[in-house]
């Protein structure tokens, strides 16, 4: 089993639809979960960490549900520009400095 | 600015060669990773490294080597035991206390 597994889509919705995505990890102790973002053949780069507490930012919410060891990614009034591919990224408790990424969820958003 | 390069932006192999990707970064982070992309994949974990003079396996490790003898360098060296290089390559580093990684632009590596 996979340690970081994510629906790889694609997900192809309507601008200003909602869409939603998850993310399921195998390990209970990890530590740290994040939601990275990565145009074609670009560096990933960090959209937004996620708190158990669920966190909010602009059109993106993010939650943790430890109990079920998932996250997800919430986004509200989908634009063109969030046209990208989506990763979740946790860190492995036994090597705090261990970051392993998911596959990631492909977007494409339609005019 | 501060930041992390990656060198050569493309990078072709010949069979039975060894490579050595190229990573530098003057943020004066202590973590630095090794990542490897296949097209429509996620990344996987080669190697990262969080102080000098030490370094650890990832996922994918065989077939490739590192080095950390600068705080400011990691190279990654593909080596001909790698039967299947061909891949988008990326680097990153991040401070030991925060959690936010930096990565490089990337190395593109293809095979001759």
């Known amino acids: 089993r996979k340690e970081v597994e994510q629906d790889p889509g694609p997900f192809n919705v309507p601008e200003g639809a909602t869409v939603a995505f998850n993310c399921t990890y195998s390990?209970?102790?990890?530590?740290?979960f994040f939601w990275y973002r990565q145009d074609c053949r670009k560096e990933p780069k960090l959209l937004m960490s996620v708190y158990s507490s669920g966190n909010e930012d602009g059109r993106f919410t993010a939650q943790l549900n430890r109990a079920s060891q998932y996250i997800s990614l919430l986004i509200r009034d989908s634009k063109l520009s969030d046209s990208a591919t989506y990763l979740c990224?946790?860190?492995?408790?036994?090597?705090?400095?261990?970051?392993?990424f998911g596959s990631g969820t492909r977007l494409s958003i339609r005019p | 600015d501060g930041g992390i390069t990656q060198s050569p932006k493309y990078l072709f192999r010949k069979e039975g060669q060894n490579v050595t990707l190229s990573c530098e970064q003057n943020l004066n982070h202590d973590a630095m990773y090794w990542y490897r992309q296949d097209p429509g994949q996620g990344l996987r974990l080669i190697y990262y490294?969080?102080?000098?003079?030490?370094?650890q396996k990832g996922d994918i490790a065989e077939g490739y080597s590192v080095s950390r003898e600068k705080k400011e360098s990691f190279p990654l060296t593909v080596t001909s035991a790698q039967k299947n290089p061909t891949a988008f390559y990326l680097c990153?580093?991040?401070?030991?206390?925060?959690?936010?990684?930096?990565f490089g632009s990337g190395t593109q590596l293809s095979v001759l």
């Open positions: 990224v946790v860190t492995d408790y036994s090597s705090a400095s261990k970051i392993i």
């Open positions: 990153a580093s991040k401070m030991a206390t925060h959690e936010k990684l930096f």
């Open positions: 490294s969080q102080i000098v003079n030490d370094f």
């Open positions: 390990n209970s102790a990890s530590q740290s």
